[in-house]
T-cell receptor, first 115, second 115 residues
Framework: GAVVSQHPSRVICKSGTSVKIECRSL??????MFWYRQFPKQSLMLMAT?????????EQGVEKDKFLINHASLTLSTLTVTSAHPEDSSFYIC???????????FGEGSWLTVV | DQQVKQNSPSLSVQEGRISILNCDYT??????FLWYKKYPAEGPTFLIS?????DKNEDGRFTVFLNKSAKHLSLHIVPSQPGDSAVYFC??????????????FGTGTRLTIIP
């Protein structure tokens, strides 16, 4: 079964509004989670590293004020796309490492469409 | 700077034959490599991984080979099945860097298994 769960799997929002995507680790604690995005027919690109109890670390070129990340607990990280624009439409995926094994698991992904 | 490269965007293989997907990397610090399979609009699914201290890892129909001197890894699938048709991403990370195990992905190879 899934060890990392994302919600919602699909969301449509109006331009200018904000949308929140949740990433939960199931049955394990994740002090660090990662957020990626994938544009059609492109690779997965790391957006930011989400650290429990501290500020996220953003990759170069990613607007931290636009993509708000909150890692308030050891099992939940949220990504909020603020003032969404059509160009933010993408597939967003989170991941977390299970420390009992050397494997990094991904959530199911969230498809965001901004209209 | 593309640190992980998959130079073949697509590959077609006859069912029952061997599929070989290749991946090259430039960062010699990477110590852990993973292969993921991805269907459209779904999160990546972990397939197999290999540590830099090994040169081969096998799991069922999947075998990953690592050539550190050439900075090259490959995924072998044998026998190939129609359900293997998907996009395959290789990824690399510094697993020893706890809390910062972000993955760097290749651009993906679309594998099509011909019945």
């Amino acid at each position: 079964g899934a060890v990392v769960s994302q919600h919602p799997s699909r969301v449509i929002c109006k331009s200018g509004t904000s949308v929140k995507i949740e990433c939960r680790s199931l049955d394990f604690q994740a002090t660090t989670m990662f957020w990626y995005r994938q544009f059609p027919k492109q690779s997965l690109m790391l957006m930011a590293t989400s650290n429990e109890g501290s500020k996220a670390t953003y990759e170069q070129g990613v607007e931290k004020d636009k993509f708000l990340i909150n890692h308030a607990s050891l099992t939940l990280s949220t990504l909020t796309v603020t003032s969404a624009h059509p160009e933010d439409s993408s597939f967003y995926i989170c991941s977390a490492r299970v420390y009992s094994g050397n494997t990094i698991y991904f959530g199911e992904g969230s498809w965001l469409t901004v209209v | 700077d593309q640190q992980v490269k998959q130079n073949s965007p697509s590959l077609s293989v006859q069912e029952g034959r061997i599929s070989i997907l290749n991946c090259d990397y430039t960062n010699s610090m990477f110590d852990y490599f993973l292969w993921y399979k991805k269907y459209p609009a779904e999160g990546p699914t972990f397939l197999i991984s290999i540590s830099s201290i090994k040169d081969k890892n096998e799991d069922g129909r999947f075998t990953v080979f690592l050539n550190k001197s050439a900075k090259h890894l490959s995924l072998h699938i044998v026998p190939s099945q129609p359900g293997d048709s998907a996009v395959y991403f290789c990824a690399a990370t510094l697993l020893s860097n706890f809390g910062n195990e972000k993955l760097t992905f290749g651009t993906g190879t679309r594998l099509t298994i011909i019945p």
